[in-house]
């Protein structure tokens, strides 16, 4: 059902766990009731340290791993643009039907970026459609 | 059953449909209630494929037959399982379903046992075998080894209960250690091979896929494996919660497992869990296990 590189990030989750002192935290869930908790350690507007907590089904989790590798190192504004179609294709593809749970990785992402923000007294970023 | 009964809804027919309790256990009182002046049909599972319980068949088919009501029972998990007698305890049943690769026959055979005297509309129109009921040539090495597989899963019943009922319950104890899990079905009144748990803070699909992954086979009521949003119908109609619902799974034993299975299992399972609570946003730590 799933192919080599899914099962490989859902058997061995990339950053999972929490960050304590976490700068922005986000969270997210859908009607299929996958949800994820993200936690982000940010320095210049870089995301330095990324890790996350999943619930759900193997998509979910191996989508939540490739999703904190591709935004690991980046900038926020790369973050806030990471797509579900980037993820699903860094994993090369998903199951029909579970692409769905790989769209809490991009919610939960922004979640947290405007979790920081509203930190930061800045002005929480527009969901685009 | 349930899709034939929806099926004849679209048709006209009203149809009953009845609660469980807890232990999905259906309440022969409430079946003679629903009763009506022109209820033509009762059908009661024998056992529940998802959570093993055995529903009081032969009480519900004694107040069918006292109302002059066909009763039809789907068997097609409990040959080889429980002893049924239709001439005793099961006499009142007068339709039963069964399906051959469900006690290790051949795949693509099943059966209908029909009690003399009961009519039928004619399942397949046509030709005129089996008394014009089913139309088509019989499939003659299915209804052969469909009748070889009976008699071999029947044979020996007792000690071979005895044998996986002692794993189960063994498995089944092992499994309870987990902290917050529950035994899904009746604990006495179900089938000697299966288990039903629910885990909680972990989905199904993820604990099955885990499991798959160390050679253990098992399956799950969870919504995200069958491609819905809402979770078994049987893990909702004895009234779990979904959130709940979702983290269920099925263990059956079969007569090529072995007591080293179990402790295959009772090693693997544990930290299976533990492996999937630990990457859960849900997870908070406690002890009590309800049973």
């Known amino acids: ?129 | 059953m349930l899709y034939p009964c929806e099926y004849l809804e679209t048709k006209g027919f009203n149809v009953t449909y009845l609660p469980v309790d807890r232990y999905g256990l259906v309440d022969p009182s409430e079946v003679e209630a629903a009763i009506r002046k022109d209820t033509i049909f009762i059908s009661v599972m024998y056992a529940n494929n998802e959570i093993g319980t055995i529903e009081p068949i032969p009480e519900i088919g004694e107040i069918a037959k006292e109302h002059g009501i066909p009763f039809h029972t789907d068997a097609v998990q409990v040959i080889g399982k429980i002893p049924l007698d239709m001439k005793q305890k099961d006499r009142n049943v007068d339709m039963l379903s069964l399906s051959s690769h469900k006690f290790y026959g051949p795949k693509g055979i099943g059966a209908l046992y029909l009690r003399e005297r009961t009519e039928i509309e004619n399942y397949m129109h046509g030709g005129g075998q089996e008394r014009k009921k089913r139309a088509g040539t019989e499939n003659v090495a299915g209804i052969v080894g469909l009748g070889k597989a009976i008699e071999l899963a029947t044979a020996n019943l007792e000690k071979h209960n005895e044998r996986t009922k002692k794993m189960r319950d063994r498995l089944l104890a092992g499994i309870l250690e987990i902290p917050d899990c529950r035994l899904n079905g009746h604990p006495e009144k179900r089938l000697p091979d299966n288990l039903n748990f629910s885990f909680e803070y972990i989905e199904g699909e993820s604990l099955l896929l885990m499991l798959d992954q160390r050679g253990i086979c098992s399956s799950t009521g969870s919504a995200c494996s069958s491609g819905s949003l809402e979770p078994s119908h049987v893990l909702r109609a004895i009234g779990l919660p979904p959130e709940i619902a979702q983290g269920s799974l099925r263990l059956t034993l079969g007569d090529e497992n072995s007591e080293e299975d179990i402790d295959y299992v009772l090693e693997v399972l544990p930290e299976t869990v533990g492996k999937l609570r630990a990457m859960s946003p849900f997870y908070k730590p406690t002890t009590a296990c309800e049973k």
């Open chain 1, 1 to 129: 059902m799933y192919n080599k590189k899914v099962m490989d990030h859902f058997m061995n989750p990339r950053n999972v766990g929490e960050i304590e002192d976490a700068d922005g935290i986000g969270e997210a869930g859908n009607p299929h009731g996958d949800h994820m908790k993200i936690f982000l350690k940010i320095r210049d507007d870089r995301i330095e340290d990324v890790k996350f907590k999943t619930f759900g089904c193997a998509a979910a989790i191996a989508s939540s791993s490739m999703a904190t590798e591709l935004i690991k190192g980046k900038t926020l504004k790369e973050a806030w643009e990471l797509t579900n179609d980037a993820v699903a294709e860094a994993l090369e593809g998903l199951p029909p039907g579970k692409l769905e749970c790989s769209v809490v990785s991009r919610e939960a992402i922004h979640s947290a970026i405007n979790e920081y923000r509203k930190k930061q007294g800045l002005e929480p970023l527009p969901e685009q459609k």
